[in-house]
């Protein structure tokens, strides 16, 4: 009975890991392309704040082409976030097993 706790346990993070990723990885899509303040990014923008607050500012965004803005702080967000999660995760299958 014991074993399945872990299991659980790593299937609940890996869902939240996914989520966020997901959230910051259409924040990065939508900021890129200048989505208008549509309640669609409105919506990404407000969920994806708090996440991103730890590393706002951190590095100065790009811009190509005079248009397209790369958010290089929320691309490492997404790095450091998916890195923490899969060293989780592993961590949590080391003591399940």
Request: charged share 15%.
């Amino acid at each position: 009975m014991k074993a399945k706790k872990p299991k659980t346990f790593s299937r609940l993070i890996s869902i939240l890991l996914s989520v966020i990723q997901i959230l910051l990885c259409l924040f990065i899509i939508l900021k890129f392309f200048g989505a208008k303040e549509v309640p669609f990014v409105q919506w990404v923008n407000g969920l994806s704040t708090p996440l991103l607050t730890p590393f706002y500012n951190m590095f100065e965004p790009v811009t190509f082409a005079g248009h397209y803005v790369l958010d290089l702080s929320a691309l490492f967000a997404l790095i450091i976030y998916s890195g923490v999660g899969y060293i989780l995760l592993k961590f949590l299958d080391m003591i399940g097993k």
